[in-house]
């Protein structure tokens, strides 16, 4: 007969577990508090260490929000919270395996230029008005790089906040910012913005016009030209 070791377990993932059957139970909803950490000890009979451990675990997986001074409070996960959850790994990934850069920037042209697609032909007036003031306020930051960055990625981010589902925008933030040590030596080469700019500009004619064929080929033709540009070997502050 084969032996089957029975893992131990730290008390504070004994908390959690019941911390977590309460909140699916629906014992306590999104907005509920829940009780302060002295009433959580006493129910459970364990420390102080315990109790603080399983709740700074739950708010790192954003179920409760923990504010100082006061209790844990239920909250509803959003997209961006989770994905930022992974950036850290997602960033250590890449610089333990550069060539998973190939593969994360093969997704970023297949989600982003079907994207484009979708938001081409889903754009209303608005969404167009707002796509254009997210390009004048990235043209208006040339003399700031930082800035330009940001603003780089907002309009990305807009993008794919036309095509109405929130995890897209998350996703477009998330992809930008794994691949920002690569991406900033492509920006910051002279001209670059002003390439960037043009680009960007073909991008919200083709949505503007309602074309889908033409805003998918644009922001394809934008991606791949900067891809053809990023550094193989990132050397990013701090590594």
């Known amino acids: 007969m084969s032996v089957e070791q029975i893992q131990r377990r730290k008390?504070?993932?004994?908390?959690?577990?019941?911390?977590?059957?309460?909140?699916?139970?629906?014992?306590?909803?999104?907005?509920?508090?829940?009780?302060?950490?002295?009433?959580?000890?006493?129910?459970?009979?364990?420390?102080?260490?315990a109790v603080r451990e399983a709740l700074q675990d739950?708010?790192?997986?954003?179920?409760?929000?923990?504010?100082?001074?006061?209790?844990?409070?239920?909250?509803?996960?959003?997209?961006?919270?989770?994905?930022?959850?992974?950036?850290?790994?997602?960033?250590h990934l890449l610089r333990m395996q550069p060539v998973m850069l190939e593969h994360l920037?093969?997704?970023?042209?297949?989600?982003e230029a079907g994207l484009c697609r979708i938001a081409a032909e889903r754009a209303t007036d608005a969404d167009v008005a707002r796509l254009r003031q997210r390009l004048d306020e990235h043209r208006a930051a040339l003399s700031a790089m930082d800035l330009f960055l940001q603003r780089d990625m907002l309009f990305h981010r807009e993008i794919a906040t036309i095509a109405g589902n929130p995890i897209f925008p998350a996703i477009v933030e998330a992809l930008f910012n794994w691949a920002?040590?690569?991406?900033?030596?492509?920006?910051?080469?002279?001209?670059?913005?002003?390439?960037?700019?043009?680009?960007?500009?073909?991008?919200?004619?083709?949505?503007?016009a309602r074309d889908p064929a033409a805003a998918e080929q644009a922001m394809r033709d934008h991606l791949l030209r900067a891809s053809d540009l990023y550094q193989t070997v990132p050397q990013p502050a701090g590594a």
């Open 11 to 49: 008390i504070y993932q004994e908390v959690l577990d019941r911390l977590l059957l309460r909140i699916r139970a629906g014992e306590w909803k999104p907005g509920d508090q829940l009780p302060a950490e002295r009433e959580l000890m006493a129910f459970y009979g364990v420390g102080r260490p």
């Open 58 to 91: 739950l708010a790192r997986s954003g179920i409760v929000e923990i504010a100082h001074g006061e209790r844990a409070r239920v909250v509803v996960p959003t997209a961006d919270l989770l994905i930022e959850q992974i950036a850290g790994g997602a960033q």
């Open 105 to 111: 920037k093969d997704a970023r042209v297949f989600l």
């Open 180 to 208: 920002s040590a690569y991406y900033q030596t492509i920006v910051r080469a002279p001209g670059a913005e002003q390439v960037t700019l043009a680009e960007h500009t073909r991008i919200l004619d083709a949505i503007a």
